[in-house]
């Protein structure tokens, strides 16, 4: 461990303890959200995975909550306005994909009778279809309209999708770094600069074909005990590779820091528009991750791509 980096890991372990052995209850800034949890900002302290009440939910980078002290410090709730507005504003949206998600047809009957109620217009010939999410459309054809025809509502986006790594690595020296359990970038023992890589195969251009993209966006778990605990920004490149190579992985497009993650958080990064379209025609097919030295020194897991269409 170079000098530089025992100095830094030595400073989050005092600031840690410090923040810890006091007591009572008070107010503390969420800097990233882990699987389990949160980091926290404590006095000038990281916190690393403090777990929350249930009464915290929605969790954010850049909340202000209440933190009960201790040995074993627990985040109490959430400190500002209201979430009930955020909240409705979610249940609406969701709402309104399940009904999307749902037939347009309000009810298909028949039988030898005329049907009972006003409104009702014969109909010369039905025509009837499925479209390309599996959604029945009934057409009449009318010798005489009446009414107007209501509009039909416009077609839908392909529904997101999400593609996960096939494989993934580490290399050091020109060679796959066995050592490494997940992929690093970095240095942090003097031994030489890690680069990882993710690899989807030819899933990510196969997902693509014939669509619209409109967003990506890559979703990485930052490995607790990899670096300092404080945030390091993600050396970001594409690869044009669908598994991973035996000699070098060879980074293509990048650098570019599209997230900070703090020791065991999660954290979403929008691709560059540039980026999407690579990745989408084939022209590049997975992401990379590489640093130089101890100080941006991290291990990564996840790596999912969420594609959105239009």
Known sequence: MTSEAARALGEDLALAKSATTG??????????????????????????????????????????????????????????????????NTIKS??????????????ATWGTAAPSGTGWQAATTPYVRKNAEG????????????????????????KPVTISPTDTGTWRGGRPDDYASYPTQGDWTG???????????????????????????????????????????????LHDYSSPPSGQLSLGTGPDELLSLSAGATGTATLPASWRSQLASGAAKGLAIYASGSRDYLALSGGSITITFS
């Open 23 to 88: 007591s009572g209850t008070v107010s503390a800034e969420v800097v990233d959200v882990t699987d389990t949890g949160v980091n926290l900002s404590v006095g000038g302290a990281l916190l690393i995975d403090v777990q929350c009440s249930d009464a915290y939910r929605n969790r954010t980078a850049g909340d202000w909550v209440a933190v009960k002290l201790g040995a074993k410090p627990v985040v109490m709730w959430r400190l500002g306005a209201d979430p009930g507005p955020l909240d409705e």
């Open 135 to 158: 959604k029945v459309e009934l057409y009449f054809q009318l010798a005489a309209q009446s009414d107007d025809s209501p509009t039909a509502p416009p077609d839908r986006a392909p």
């Open 191 to 237: 031994r030489g600069n890690r680069r990882g890589g993710f690899f989807y195969g030819n899933k990510i251009a196969t997902a693509c074909a014939g669509k619209t993209v409109s967003k990506m966006a890559v979703k990485f778990t930052r490995r607790t005990g990899s670096g300092v605990n404080a945030k390091r920004p993600v050396h970001l490149y």
């Open 94 to 107: 969701l709402a309104k994909e399940v009904s999307l998600d749902e037939q347009v047809v309000r009810a």
